[in-house]
């Protein structure tokens, strides 16, 4: 059973009702940095993925809320909460978050600088967290139609970055490593806009196209149902996953599919996990019935 720190949890909770005034949505973390609250479907024989449709709490990032009634009904279902987590590329700051570790053999605050002179851009004067260890998170606002995803170390040993379907570790949280905390100067600012140097640089290279041979009939439609996953705001996601996926069993192609369908649903915000499952759900669901004895 975790320890309760009564004093803890209320601290963390008016700060996380701070951030959520601010247009952050929220959810309770643990000492360990993690979701306080587990998930309900942890012991189901076979889990199929859910972002909080069944209604109950313990879906990490997907339970994140701005609502204060809501804020409270979490922290009250975990009291041992010691911190909270701001979720990541949700409206209105569609926040993506540069963590600059110090676990690193690499200086990550100089390989920013670095990557800042090669491709000509400024970190804008923005909002910065402390982290215990003496790291820093600088929080930047992304653009409504571009999807960030999470990524460590891919832009700079050291520099791991939080977007969609991520979060961030609020400040005046407490961890078994001590407390975040804003950087002076910084706690009153907004996340500021990300240059869109940076955010070139965050957002994974497009296929190469120029060598493909042209496409036949099969390879076109499969590209459409890549398309229309890609197209999935928050809330629909599984749901066009498990739609494409149906069509393209029904159509002969689910398997050459598979792949190129858990990428394009990891880049809308789920788990490769999370996608495979919904997969082998509507391949099951497409499966012709046995023949009758």
Known sequence: MATIDRRATTLALAHALSAAERG???IPLSRTKLPALRSPHRDDPDPHPCHGECGRFGHGVYDASTEPRRIRELFAAAPWATGYGIACGLHPHHLIGVDLDTKSDTDSSTALRELALRHLFTIPDTVVVLTPSGGRHLWLSGPPDVVVPNSASRLAPGIDIRGAGGYLVGPGSRTEHGVYGTAP?????????CPPELLRLLLPPPPARAHLPTPSASERQGQGLVQFVLAAHEGQRNTRLFWAACRAYENGIGPQLTAPL??????TGLTEREARSTIASASRMTAPPPPQP
Do not use: E, M
Request: charged content about 5%; cysteine-free.
């Open 24 to 26: 952050l949505a929220v």
């Open 185 to 193: 100067g910084t706690s009153g600012l907004a996340p500021a806009p």
């Open 262 to 267: 858990v990428q394009a649903a990891v880049r």
